[in-house]
């Protein structure tokens, strides 16, 4: 059986741009998808700390566009290197520290389009957030509102239209299908799944 994980990246940082004709596979999947957060500049020619917000770092890579900030401005990254955790990048165009602090707190996106393609079985946060769950009996539970990692698995958080939520544990035991078709999210309850 396949396993019903998720990968962090862009849980609640995904952006859509309706002007723009990137597109996104999928119907109501976002066009951007967060990588990364620009925090401060470092030294003297252009360098920004950028805080990783992919699982996939080594798609930032020299000559990769990301788009930048609320209007997703595109910028050519020019360098980059690991400095800890975060890596300090420079752009096209953005030569000194004053320029750089331009980009100051601003999230750098990948187009939806681009992202890598997951091993059957995995599904980007995005993609299971709205999604309505029904029982495998075909009652509607509401949609998948939020999702949490506990470390052993993931836990989906579904709030039904009246009623206090219902955490369902991400694994094959309850989780029995992800249409993403349909945008629907196909469980099993066990006894104290569901609020007394």
């Known amino acids: 059986m396949t396993s019903h994980s998720t990968t962090p990246q862009s ?17 109501g999947e976002p ?7 620009l925090r401060r500049p470092h030294g003297l020619r252009g360098e920004i700390i950028m ?11 020299r000559g ?14 020019r360098s980059h290197r690991w400095h800890g955790a975060a890596l300090l990048v420079t752009f096209e165009g953005y030569d000194t520290s004053e320029q750089a602090g331009e980009l100051r707190n601003h999230l750098a ?11 059957e079985g995995e599904y980007y946060h995005h993609q299971l957030i709205g999604m309505k769950v029904v029982s495998e009996q075909g009652e509607v539970l509401g949609k998948v509102t939020e999702i949490l990692a506990t470390g052993a698995n993931d836990v989906y958080v579904v709030r039904p239209e009246i009623g206090v939520e219902i955490l369902i544990p991400a694994i094959d035991e309850f989780v029995l299908a ?3 078709e349909h945008h629907e999210l196909r469980v099993r309850l066990a006894p104290g799944l569901l609020p007394e």
Do not use: M, N
């Open 109 to 119: 996106y990948v187009t939806a389009a681009d992202r890598p393609q997951l091993p």
């Open 31 to 37: 066009v951007f998808l967060a990588v990364g957060k």
């Open 64 to 77: 990769i566009t990301l788009f930048v900030g609320p209007e997703h401005q595109p910028l050519r990254l």
């Open 178 to 180: 992800v249409d993403l």
């Open 51 to 61: 805080d990783v917000l992919t699982d996939f770092p080594e798609r930032l890579h």
């Open 11 to 27: 849980i609640e940082i995904a952006s859509s741009s309706p002007s723009s004709d990137a597109g996104s596979p999928q119907k």
